[in-house]
């Protein structure tokens, strides 16, 4: 194997240790979206913005195990695990790319779902306010538009308005903020980091997969000239 096969070879390596970062990171962040959401993802307005979440997580988990498999795979040179892994990354890279079209298509849909969710769950406060209350403590925000919606209701605040036991009441407001604008900051702020952190991980994955498929020519063409 000649010198620019070598260098091609630990740039892959190189490529592969960012992919294994990259994929890390990736999951670490579809594992937080799916936290945040965790006491009420089951409803059916945020099955849509728990499948975001879970799609991300399965990317980076995927990406992270892959990345380490064309790590061993580089080490060893073998032009067959080479190759097959850099169709597999090509296959990662157009479903990460697919995700991200996705999201980005469907994002003003996936924010009204959120939106609807909070609305709904607003008005059946008064038969069944346990997600209501495990909400605003999770996203520390108080009523649908803000604590001003109990007081036009002519209702005590709840204490999860101030982050306390259902056994305490609340005097006044530690959370200002409405669910509504709320739960809609969570999802801005998480699809705007997946959608940018998953191109960034595609760009890689497609690096890696360009890199692997030269390495094995390269490598494939050295033993022949051998043979021969």
């Known amino acids: ?10 740039l892959l390596i190189l490529f592969n240790v960012l992919c294994l970062i990259c994929g890390a990171t990736l999951a ?11 006491d009420v993802s089951n409803t059916k307005e945020l099955l849509t913005v728990n499948s975001v979440s879970i799609v991300t997580l399965i990317l980076g988990t995927l990406v992270f195990v892959i990345s380490l498999l064309g790590c061993c795979g580089a080490l060893c040179g073998q032009p067959c695990q080479l190759r097959a892994y850099s169709l597999v990354m090509l296959i990662l890279f157009a479903c990460q790319i697919t995700f991200v079209i996705y999201v980005w ?22 038969t069944d ?23 036009n209701n002519g ?11 259902n056994s305490q009441t609340c005097p006044e407001p530690l959370f200002k903020r409405g669910c509504i604008d709320a739960f809609a900051h969570v999802w801005d702020s998480s699809a705007k980091v997946v ?13 890696a997969s360009m890199f692997a498929s030269y390495l094995a020519h390269k490598i494939r063409r050295g033993h022949e000239f051998e043979y021969y």
């Not at 194997?1 to 630990?10: I, N, S, Y």
């Open 129 to 151: 306010g346990r997600i209501l209350h495990r909400l605003e403590r999770q996203l520390k925000c108080c009523g649908m538009n803000g604590f001003i919606d109990y007081i």
């Open 105 to 126: 298509m469907e994002y003003y849909e996936i924010r009204n779902h959120v939106v609807s969710f909070v609305k709904i769950m607003w008005k059946q406060r008064e």
């Open 195 to 207: 959608k940018i952190g998953v191109l960034i991980v595609s760009g890689v994955i497609l690096m």
């Open 28 to 38: 670490i962040l579809g594992t937080l979206m799916v936290l945040d959401i965790k």
């Open 1 to 10: 194997m000649g010198c620019g096969a070598g260098l091609v070879k630990l």
């Open 155 to 165: 209702e005590r605040l709840p204490a999860s308005c101030c982050g306390l036991p």
